[in-house]
């Protein structure tokens, strides 16, 4: 079994697509349960959510509510979720085709973390460079829109996600699988949306995104780190 772990707040315009492109991309939707952790949305997430989970038979789809906080939901899902094998996603990002065959294969192999490469659904030029890096293995080229594949013995082992800071917790735990040399990029792609970048301005969002790694790079705390997003990002 794995368990899909996906944070959602207010997603009901797009909650129903990630759904079926689950479904519908897996090689085998039998061996797969989806477990989304609403932060308290106020939209219609949950209630399509939960007719969506009443009206198939697999994979298999609950929902779950959680104190608001990405870490904090991606922790309670692994509390409930029943699966060896653990994948976190983006409620705006779409593994590819055959995705969980493609994980199971990459443990098999020994690759007991890691993700796939990454597409915006855009063609601003800077933004399929972004795309491009992902093909390689340096810890600056990830980010949590490429999903995140763990086994739970490992994610254990690692201590899970840090459910005491604000943000940059998929970053904090990469960081953590990277010091013990497990992770492995599955050259398969995987879109997600650009819907932020256009919204912010991607040069202004992209620059952001370089000053918090550099003031990381630098020693700042995550209250600093945390400060600075709400003023510039919020």
């Known amino acids: 079994m794995t368990s899909i772990i996906i944070p959602v707040l207010n997603e009901e315009a797009s909650i129903l697509k990630l759904l079926l492109h689950l479904k519908e991309y897996a090689q085998n939707a039998s061996s797969l349960e989806v477990i989304l952790v609403d932060g308290g949305s106020t939209d219609g997430t949950v209630p399509l959510v939960t007719d969506f989970a009443l009206a198939i038979n697999k994979p298999i789809v609950k929902i779950y509510s959680s104190e608001k906080g990405r870490g904090k939901q991606l922790q309670h899902g692994t509390t409930v979720a029943t699966g060896e094998l653990l994948y976190f996603l983006h409620a705006d990002s779409y593994p590819p085709r055959n995705y969980d065959a493609h994980i199971a294969k990459a443990v098999k192999e020994g690759n007991p973390a890691g993700c796939f490469r990454m597409k915006f659904e855009s063609w601003h030029p800077w933004l399929i460079i972004i795309g491009w890096f992902t093909r390689f293995s340096w810890k600056a080229c990830r980010g949590g829109d490429q999903s995140q594949y763990i086994t739970r013995d490992l994610y254990n082992e690692i201590g899970g996600y840090n459910t005491q800071i604000p943000i940059y917790e998929d970053y904090d735990l990469i960081t953590r699988l990277y010091e013990r040399g497990h992770y492995h990029v599955i050259p398969k792609w995987l879109k997600t949306s650009a819907r932020r970048y256009h919204k912010k301005g991607v040069f ?6 370089i000053m918090i790694y550099w ?20």
Do not use: R
């Open 204 to 209: 202004c969002l992209q620059w952001f995104y």
């Open 215 to 234: 003031k990381k790079y630098k020693g700042a705390s995550i209250d600093e780190i945390y400060q600075y997003y709400l003023s510039k990002c919020s």
